[in-house]
């Protein structure tokens, strides 16, 4: 069956740290990847878009990565801060459609 | 440029009955999709509409449908309520007429069943 599962847990981390959150794939070829951010009691922010054919995407503090062999994308939040804390969510193009990811909460502590 | 705008922002309405829910995209905005978010199933795409036509459709019953005006707007509609039907709709426009579709999400409606 076609699945996509984030980082599982919440995640925890010290102000200033790299978080690192995960998205994984099965039985999807996407041809891209977005992710996106979203905070209590709203819509969705988007971050960023990958390519399959894109190995790497950077802005600011964020970095993406696509592994399509892997099935597997990562996203990089450096030198996180407090406001930072917010659930990510991976979302798979599929045929025109997006499948979002449970999302992964992150919490960045001072 | 102004964001997504949806209305009404909360509504309660009793299982049978029938709700429509409307949304204007951000400006120069043809493409406008729905989503449905709740705890257990997380965020699901309901449709996607584009020049008043509905391009793509997710996995949902013909109880809900949508539509699309010359101006962009666009109105879901959900008859016969469900419980189950309880939920954050949301509303998100895309800037790009084709692949990939960034979008832009609305402040979301909560609707209660009960």
């Known amino acids: 069956s076609q699945k996509i599962e984030q980082n599982s847990e919440a995640l925890n981390i010290q102000e200033g740290k790299t978080a690192t959150l995960t998205c994984n794939y099965t039985?999807?070829?996407?041809?891209?990847l977005q992710w996106y951010r979203q905070d209590p009691g709203r819509g969705p922010v988007f971050l960023l878009l990958?390519?399959?054919?894109?190995k790497e995407k950077r802005k600011e503090r964020l970095k993406v990565t696509f592994d399509t062999t892997l099935k597997q994308s990562l996203f990089h939040i450096t030198a996180s801060q407090p406001a930072d804390s917010a659930t990510y969510l991976c979302?798979?193009?599929?045929?025109?459609?997006?499948?979002f990811g449970q999302g992964t909460e992150l919490s960045v502590k001072p | 440029k102004a964001g997504v705008t949806q209305t009404p922002r909360y509504l309660i309405k009793t299982r049978g009955q029938q709700v429509t829910l409307s949304c204007s995209p951000i400006?120069?905005?043809?493409?406008v999709s729905w989503y449905q978010q709740t705890p257990g199933q997380g965020l699901q795409f309901l449709f996607e509409?584009?020049?008043?036509?509905?391009?793509n459709k997710g996995n949902f019953p013909g109880r809900f449908s949508g539509r699309q005006f010359s101006n962009s707007r666009s109105e879901m509609n959900v008859s016969t309520l469900e419980l189950g039907d309880s939920a954050l709709y949301l509303c998100?426009?895309?800037?790009?007429?084709?692949?990939?579709?960034?979008?832009?999400f609305g402040p979301g409606t909560r609707l209660t069943v009960t």
């Open positions: 998100a426009s895309s800037p790009w007429d084709d692949r990939p579709y960034e979008q832009y």
């Open positions: 039985n999807y070829s996407p041809a891209y």
């Open positions: 990958i390519r399959e054919n894109e």
């Open positions: 979302a798979l193009d599929v045929g025109g459609k997006l499948i």
């Open positions: 400006s120069g905005h043809r493409s």
């Open positions: 509409y584009f020049s008043e036509t509905q391009r």
